[in-house]
T-cell receptor
């Protein structure tokens, strides 16, 4: 079945460090890929998405490129801030009309220290 | 525009008790979802609905029932709570994808969550 494997946390970085959170997937069709972020005490918010191979999603300084050849969607940011501390979830959805199920990874907790 | 709201925010139940979690959205979305979030397991889909009066099972439906009597509301019921249902429950909603437009990957908007503890 479809699955998402993401980097286990927790991850702790200093402010202004470079961030990479790895995400790979297994899917039977052609998935759309997502990164969601969950700040403390809140629900999930969409951070960025990509709907086809080689697409790059970007938002708030974060980027992720849909790599079909390596089945990956790694999240990167060049210079993290304390406010980026949160749990990050990689997710996929197969692009079959009517299939609305999101499959999530287990989440990576990121802590940025000043 | 409140987005997606959930009631209650926190609840403690004893084994065997019943309760209903309420999700409401004011974005006129067709699709609504219930997920549970457990440590080390990410979010798993319990049930979902693609329109008023219709519901479908997700990945982990056992022990839960749902109803979508009004477009803006999606109720999740636990008839006889068990400790294994201790979790954080998230509701989400999204627009209906339009095949003709080619729009794929509609964004799901999440509520703030309901923390449930079953003793």
């Amino acid at each position: 079945g479809d699955s998402v494997t993401q980097m286990e946390g927790p991850v702790t970085l200093s402010e202004e460090a470079f961030l990479t959170i790895n995400c790979t997937y297994t899917a039977t069709g052609y998935p759309s890929l997502f990164w969601y972020v969950q700040y403390p005490g809140e629900g999930l918010q969409l951070l960025l998405k990509a709907t086809k191979a080689d697409d790059k999603g970007s938002n708030k300084g974060f980027e992720a490129t849909y790599r079909k050849e390596t089945t990956s969607f790694h999240l990167e940011k060049g210079s993290v801030q304390v406010s980026d501390s949160a749990v990050y979830f990689c997710a996929l959805r197969i692009s079959n009309f009517g299939n609305e199920k999101l499959t999530f990874g287990t989440g990576t907790r990121l802590t940025i220290i000043p | 525009n409140a987005g997606v709201t959930q009631t209650p925010k926190f609840r403690v139940l004893k084994t065997g008790q019943s309760m209903t979690l309420l999700c409401a959205q004011d974005m006129n979305h067709e699709y609504m979802y219930w997920y549970r979030q457990d440590p080390g397991m990410g979010l798993r889909l319990i049930h979902y609905s693609v329109g008023e009066g219709t519901t479908a099972k997700g990945e982990v439906p056992d022990g839960y029932n749902v109803s979508r009597l009004k477009k803006q509301n999606f109720l999740l019921g636990l008839e006889s709570a068990a400790p294994s249902q201790t979790s954080v429950y998230f509701c989400a909603s999204s627009r209906r994808r339009l095949r003709a437009s080619g729009i794929l990957g509609e964004t799901q908007y999440f509520g703030p969550g309901t923390r449930l503890l079953v003793l």
